[in-house]
C-alpha cells in the first residue's frame, strides 16, 4: 500500500523490452534508503518489485498485463518517474490509501493557470469517471489528488507549487497518457451491493426432496 505522496522523481536508465514486458533500471536515491530484493516501489503508480538495485539505481520487471494498463510501456531511456516507497504501519497517511494496482489510462487534455495554482483536465473512458466523485481522492501516475470537478467525460485537478516541483504531473505534454487509480472504496462497494445474491438452499429432507430424488 502506498500514500500518494511522491517521495522522489527517478530517471530511467534503462529498459529493455521483450514482445509483451519489459525489465527497467531507474536511477534514484531517496527510495533506495533501507531497500531489500522484493520489496515494492511505487513507479508512476504503478506497484512494481525491486528485483535488483545499487546504491544509485534499482530494477523491475514489467509484466504483459501492467504493461498493457499503463503508461510504462511508452518510457524511454532519460524519461522521469514518480516514485514512492511502500507505506510503513505507523506513518502519517497524509495522502490516501493507494493500493499501485492502476484502473487504467487517461489523457491530458489542457492545462490552465489560475493564480498560484494549475488546473489539469484529463480525459478518461466511463469505465473509469463512474468511480471518480467531486472532492474524492484519486491518484494519478501516483501523486494524490483531489478530485475538484467531474462529468461524463473529463475530470478536473488543481496542482500547487509544491505538488508542481515534487512529481512529473506538470512536466508533461497535452495528449500524454497518465496512469489512474481510483479510490478504492467506492469499488469495493459497488461489488457488495451488486453481488449475486445465492439462490435460497433447502436445509433438511422433507417429501419434495425424497420425489424428486426418487425416494418415493
Known amino acids: 500500500m502506498f500514500t500518494g505522496l511522491v517521495e522522489e522523481v527517478g530517471i530511467i536508465q534503462a529498459i529493455i523490452k521483450s514482445t509483451k514486458s519489459a525489465r ?5 536515491k531517496k527510495v533506495l534508503e533501507e531497500v531489500k530484493l522484493g520489496d515494492s516501489i511505487s513507479t508512476n503508480g ?18 504483459a498485463e501492467t504493461m498493457r494498463r499503463s503508461n510504462l510501456k511508452n518510457l524511454s531511456s532519460g ?3 514518480n516514485l514512492e516507497r511502500a507505506l510503513r504501519v505507523g506513518d502519517r497517511l497524509g495522502g490516501h490509501m493507494v493500493s499501485g494496482h492502476i484502473d487504467g489510462i487517461g489523457v491530458i487534455a489542457k492545462y490552465e493557470n489560475e493564480d498560484n495554482a494549475v488546473w489539469i483536465t484529463i480525459s478518461t473512458s466511463p469505465e473509469i469517471l463512474r468511480y471518480i466523485v467531486e472532492k474524492g481522492s484519486i491518484a494519478i501516475d501516483g501523486v494524490s489528488l483531489t478530485v475538484a470537478y467531474v462529468d461524463d467525460s473529463i475530470f478536473k485537478v488543481s496542482i500547487i507549487p509544491h505538488t508542481r516541483d515534487a512529481t512529473t ?6 495528449g500524454d497518457m497518465v496512469n489512474l487509480e481510483c479510490d ?8 457488495l451491493i451488486f453481488v449475486k445474491e445465492e439462490p435460497e438452499i433447502k436445509k433438511g429432507i422433507d417429501l419434495d426432496f425424497l420425489s424428486k430424488n426418487g425416494f418415493v
Open 184 to 191: 478504492m472504496v467506492g469499488k469495493y462497494i459497488e461489488k
Open 46 to 63: 504503478v506497484c512494481l518489485t525491486v528485483t535488483d538495485f545499487s546504491t544509485n539505481h534499482f530494477t523491475v520487471d514489467v509484466m
Open 24 to 28: 527497467i533500471t531507474i536511477k534514484a
Open 79 to 81: 524519461d522521469e518517474v
Open 169 to 174: 504531473l506538470l512536466r508533461k505534454k497535452t
